[in-house]
C-alpha cells in the first residue's frame, strides 16, 4: 500500500479552500486550516485502521462523510458564507485528495 504524503494532502486542500472563499479567506482561515487539518488526521486514522483489520471501506466511508460535514457546519459560523459556498470549498478541497487517498488506501472514499 502506498502511503499518503500528509502535508501535500493538507497544503492542497488548504490552496484549494483558499481559491474557493477568496473574498472570506481571511476570517475563514483559521477555521479551515483546523478543519483541513483535521480531515487529513482521520484519513491518518482510517489509514491505520484499515491496516489494522478495524475498519472496512463501508465504516470508512460513513466516517469521511461525518468528517465532511464537521468541516461544512464549522464553515457556516462564518458570518457572510452560504452553504453553496462552503459545499464548493470543500468539494474542492476533497477533488485536490481524492486520486491519491484512494489510490493508497485501495477503497474509493472519497
Known sequence: MANIDFDALISGM????????TKHWKEAKPYAEKEIRSF?????LIEHLKNTGKINETQAKLYVDIQKN????????????GILAVEAA??????????????????AIL
Open 14 to 21: 488548504i490552496k484549494a479552500v483558499q481559491g474557493k472563499l
Open 40 to 44: 487529513a488526521e482521520n484519513i491518518r
Open 70 to 81: 464537521s468541516m461544512c457546519i464549522v464553515l457556516l459560523t462564518i458570518e457572510g458564507l
Open 90 to 107: 470543500i468539494n474542492a478541497a476533497i477533488d485536490v485528495v481524492r486520486s491519491s487517498v484512494n489510490t493508497a488506501l485501495g477503497w
